[in-house]
């Protein structure tokens, strides 16, 4: 059922008093965080929860606060106020590195892969974090067998891939870390139409594996369409929430906040 964020400091809005959409004890709990950049305020009071194993979009217009979010989650940015809970313990004064650690990784936008190392090399970066050696392997052989080319070009060098081709790479890179929650930035940007297809399925073959998805992307009827449930914020608030269903089908939403 879709449901509207009110003014008052943003939560999870209830449907009525006897049912609660928050699960019990959720993955990623997101308390009214704030952050900043060069004192403009980007994000405020923005909450949001997910439950394991669940896909959750967030979406909304460019320059609204969506990759701030993640970027906040991920500790990348510097919280202003609020508390992020991550499978039960507060991660606010977490650093980025040990987040990664804990299970909770970041594809960013952009890819951010090395460019003159090999498709390969980039991966085992991925997994530094990881001390089983099966488990590096096992995923290296997921993202060969999800993705041949990787497989087939797996001595060449990232930067020479097409757009698609890296952003295959990315999110297996993000892979190697062993997350139980991954955060993906606009993971169709840049990235051919014949590929996009590609994209969300891989997503979805991620869910099945037991990861949970964060998912920021500009496609957003693809994003709903896959998403349990989203978010929609709006000049660094949250406006609505829902699930990928009602908010695809709700002329408001499309109209006033996602300009489709």
């Known amino acids: 059922m879709l449901q509207q964020q009110r003014s008052q400091p943003v939560r999870p809005a209830t449907i009525d008093a006897a049912e609660d959409p928050v699960p019990s004890r959720p993955m990623l709990q997101v308390r009214n965080i704030q952050s900043s ?9 923005v909450s949001l929860h ?13 320059g609204n606060g969506k990759s701030t979010t993640l970027r906040a989650i991920a500790g990348l940015n510097a919280l202003d106020g609020g508390s992020i809970t991550f499978k039960g313990k507060e991660l606010s004064a977490v650093p980025a590195h040990e987040r990664v650690k804990r299970g909770l990784v ?7 892969l090395f460019p003159r190392l090999t498709v390969e090399q980039n991966l085992m970066l991925g997994g530094f974090t ?11 052989q997921f993202a060969y067998d999800t993705f041949t080319v990787l497989g087939e070009r797996r001595r060449q060098q990232a930067g020479t891939l097409s757009g698609g081709e890296q952003q295959m790479l990315a999110m297996c890179r993000g892979l190697m870390s062993q997350p139980d929650l991954l955060m993906l930035d606009e993971p ?3 990235v051919a139409p014949k590929l996009v297809t590609r ?20 496609n957003v009827h693809r994003a709903l369409e896959i998403a349990d449930r989203g978010y929609v914020i709006q000049t660094g608030r949250m406006v609505m929430e ?8 709700s ?10």
């Open 188 to 190: 169709s940007w840049g």
């Open 199 to 218: 994209i969300f399925e891989t997503i979805q073959l991620i869910r099945s594996r037991g990861i949970t998805v964060l998912l920021v992307e500009q």
């Open 106 to 112: 970041l594809v960013p936008e952009g890819r951010r």
């Open 37 to 45: 950049y060069r004192r403009v305020p980007a994000i405020r009071d």
């Open 50 to 62: 997910l439950g394991t194993g669940e896909i959750v979009a967030l979406v909304g217009g460019n």
């Open 251 to 260: 002329d408001e939403v499309r109209q006033a906040y996602l300009g489709m």
């Open 242 to 249: 829902g699930s990928g269903q009602d908010l695809l089908g």
């Open 130 to 140: 990881t001390a089983d050696a099966a488990k590096r392997e096992q995923t290296l």
